[in-house]
């Protein structure tokens, strides 16, 4: 089970799912909540139930959990709470806990990613996520641009599903 980013959705695997079913896997991509075609969350929630709950309701057991970064989260705290379902994880991007943002390349741009929700700035939000991409010290212009453009189709992705949503808008 191929599990995605934050701010993006399933599709960042779709240059990968021919390569795995080629080689004979069973491949699900399920989207997170709130996150690419999936609703947006009408109360509170976690990410590791919905997956346990998912994998419960297809019948699934002893899955292997392929995380990447929110998601990588996701697959540990569903391995460790649910270990019945879960036979193997790979957590890429993603350490346990919060991250540490003493860095100041990292802590400021954690600060425009996370305050730009609070004005409805989508976009800047969506920035932020394509900064920590390329990181400190390259620009987006270094990174392989098949993956720029599939960054670039996420972030619309996002934004169509975002756009009526009232945790986008502007409030008064």
Known sequence: MLLHNGFADSTQFDTLIPGLTALGHRVI?????????????SKPFRQADDLADLLRHLGLRQVVLVGVSMSGMIGVDTAVEHPDLVRALVVSGRGLGEP????????????????APAGGDLPGCLDGFVEWIAGPRRSLEEIDPASRARGAASKRSIRRSWRTSARWRRTP
Do not use: C, I, Y
């Open 29 to 41: 991509a399920p989207g997170a909540r709130g996150h690419g075609r999936s609703v947006n969350a």
């Open 100 to 115: 540490d943002l003493t860095d100041p390349w990292s802590a400021a741009v954690a600060e425009r990613q996370h305050t």
